[in-house]
């Protein structure tokens, strides 16, 4: 069946269309049989060569390592490292880490010029994408970084992380967050006394294709951030390593089997905050973001680490990992919605696109989750949720529709005045004749069967719907709320206009006056992006 015609045009809010980049979380890496052949060929020669000398270099950096950081608590230390600790740290660790590096079979291109202590308390790499970007880290001269406090307890690299004397985070104390913000703002604000900090601001891996957003930690001090990009610019992407994609034992060795792989480190001027931006770390981070997207001449998104989780539950929905992408950021912001509430509604999706298996509903899929025939009204609803006007509904279309056109309109009053309509003999309980006799005239459709829907309200089987039951179901299916306020208006329209009017224009003038009216009167809809 062909998508459905629609019928009037919708306004729809530019700050809740889809993004640059639908999904930045994912990398298909496909070899050609020449890229097979020439990684075998190469990878038989370099990939024991590389072991070798990447094992050589690990013994090296193994005693200097428990040296400088003999004595230190497993938690970091209370001071900067000073004296000879520092001068094996910011020399002799960085050197070895390039040499690393090195025999991994990258080329490093540093461009610019590393900002000092005082000048850029705090560096913000961005995009990040893989871990091979600890090469950052090397080329800045090893400074603090933001680390999980269970890192700290790995074989070998482990050890290495102390060196650096990272800012720790924990997923067991609830007030880690909070922790690790203070403990940021206390370096950033220790006049050099500490080393730099570095963050990956973005808080988890994309592929590159735009900057997703930045995370506020490392803005909250309000100091001067240098942003530093990182490029790969190599023809066979064997770095990215992302949510949907290779993984990461498959990317090392096919790293290692390249003769040469490309890395560039730009440092960009600092970028100083203004009293605005000091007072409100978002704009401060957005700022940064909007330099260095500039300069890399990427578009902006608002996906967020939420995303991925999101994904995740998709795929446990026997969903496609990439139907749970929403723009959490800003679809959170806008719609005041936390990320229990979209699980939530991912959930619900899923009930009504289990058959499908692209992820997206189609109007049968719709109608038959209503347990209704696909009708002109139900038409005009399934159109209000198709934002983009492709004949289905995704995920981000589905939460939207849901929290701006469906919630807003499963009020108590909107529920009674339904209840009212149905029960057209006051006997404060809906017969299935009842039901089906507004149903037919909600919908226009003369033959309707009703019978299965009836039977989901009616929970005790009794014949009838009480006014509980009938409650109970409109509050967990709030897809039916704007079927009925649409039909309320309908009846208005129709009274004030006369029997001359068309039905069908009716209910267009309806749908459209109804979301007009949101638009205007929606407290999350008046939010600034």
């Given at each position: 069946m062909p998508p459905p015609h629609r019928v009037f045009a919708l306004p729809r809010q530019q700050s809740l269309l889809l993004p640059a980049v639908i999904n930045p979380f994912v990398h298909d890496l496909s070899l050609s049989t020449a890229d097979k052949t020439k990684c075998f060929l190469l990878g038989i020669i370099l990939v024991p060569l590389r072991a070798i000398f990447l094992l050589l270099v690990l013994m090296v950096m193994w005693p200097v390592s428990v040296i400088i950081t003999f004595g230190q608590s497993l938690k970091g230390a209370v001071e900067p490292m000073t004296g000879w600790r520092r001068f094996l740290h910011k020399r002799v660790m960085t050197f070895l880490g390039r040499m690393y590096f090195f025999g991994m079979g990258f080329k490093v291109v540093v461009k610019g010029k590393k900002a000092s202590t005082?000048?850029?308390?705090?560096?913000?790499?961005?995009?990040?994408?893989?871990?091979?970007?600890?090469?950052?880290?090397?080329?800045?001269?090893l400074p603090s970084t933001v680390s999980r406090i269970e890192s700290l307890e790995a074989p070998i690299f482990g050890r290495f992380l102390r060196c650096v004397q990272p800012v720790l985070v924990s997923r067991t104390d609830p007030d880690?967050?909070?922790?690790?913000?203070?403990?940021?703002?206390?370096?950033?604000k220790s006049g050099g006394h500490w080393p730099q900090v570095l963050i990956f601001p973005e808080g988890t891996c994309t592929n590159r294709s735009c900057l997703i957003t930045f995370k506020q930690g490392g803005f909250v001090p309000g100091v001067p951030v240098q942003p530093v990009l990182i490029r790969y610019p190599n023809k066979l992407d064997t770095v990215t390593w992302t949510w949907q994609g290779p993984k990461s034992a498959r990317l090392l060795l096919l790293t290692l089997c390249q003769l040469c792989t490309t890395v560039e480190v730009e440092f960009l001027p600092p970028q100083?905050?203004?009293?605005?931006?000091?007072?409100?770390?978002?704009?401060?981070?957005?700022?940064?973001?909007?330099?260095?997207?500039?300069?890399?001449?990427?578009?902006?998104?608002?996906?967020?680490?939420?995303?991925?989780?999101?994904?995740?539950?998709?795929?446990?929905?026997?969903?496609?990992?990439?139907?749970?992408?929403?723009?959490?950021t800003k679809i959170s912001r806008k719609l005041e919605l936390k990320w229990d509430n979209v699980k939530?509604?991912?959930?619900?999706?899923?009930?009504?696109?289990?058959?499908?298996?692209?992820?997206?509903?189609?109007?049968?899929?719709?109608?038959?989750?209503?347990?209704?025939?696909i009708s002109p009204a139900l038409q005009q609803l399934f159109a209000l949720f198709d934002r983009n006007g492709d004949g289905t509904?995704?995920?981000?279309?589905?939460?939207?529709?849901?929290?701006?056109?469906?919630?807003?309109?499963?009020?108590?009053?909107?529920?009674?005045?339904?209840?009212?309509?149905?029960?057209i003999d006051e006997d404060n309980c809906i017969t299935q004749e009842e039901f089906s006799s507004l149903l037919r005239s909600a919908l226009g459709v003369c033959d309707l069967d009703v019978h299965s829907l009836f039977r989901e309200i009616d929970a005790d089987g009794s014949g009838h719907i009480t006014y509980d039951e009938f409650r109970s179901f409109a509050l967990t299916h709030p897809e039916y709320a704007k079927l009925f306020t649409t039909y309320i208006e309908l009846q208005r329209?129709?009274?004030?206009?006369?029997?001359?009017?068309?039905?069908?224009?009716?209910?267009?003038?309806?749908?459209?006056?109804?979301?007009?009216?949101?638009?205007?009167?929606?407290?999350?809809?008046?939010?600034?992006?």
């Open positions: 005082l000048d850029a308390p705090i560096l913000a790499v961005a995009p990040h994408s893989s871990f091979f970007d600890a090469i950052a880290c090397i080329e800045s001269g880690s967050r909070r922790n690790t913000i203070i403990e940021i703002e206390r370096r950033a100083v905050p203004t009293e605005m931006e000091k007072k409100c770390p978002l704009k401060f981070a957005q700022s940064v973001r909007a330099v260095m997207a500039e300069s890399l001449h990427l578009p902006v998104t608002d996906h967020t680490y939420e995303d991925c989780r999101l994904m995740i539950a998709a795929g446990e929905l026997t969903l496609p990992m990439e139907a749970g992408l929403v723009e959490f939530k509604e991912l959930e619900s999706f899923a009930n009504i696109a289990c058959s499908c298996k692209g992820g997206r509903i189609t109007v049968e899929e719709f109608a038959s989750f209503l347990k209704l025939p509904i995704d995920f981000r279309e589905y939460v939207i529709g849901v929290t701006v056109l469906c919630r807003p309109a499963n009020n108590e009053e909107v529920i009674q005045t339904a209840f009212k309509l149905f029960d329209y129709q009274g004030l206009q006369g029997d001359e009017t068309d039905s069908d224009s009716a209910f267009s003038h309806c749908c459209t006056a109804a979301f007009d009216e949101h638009q205007e009167d929606s407290a999350s809809d008046k939010k600034d992006d």
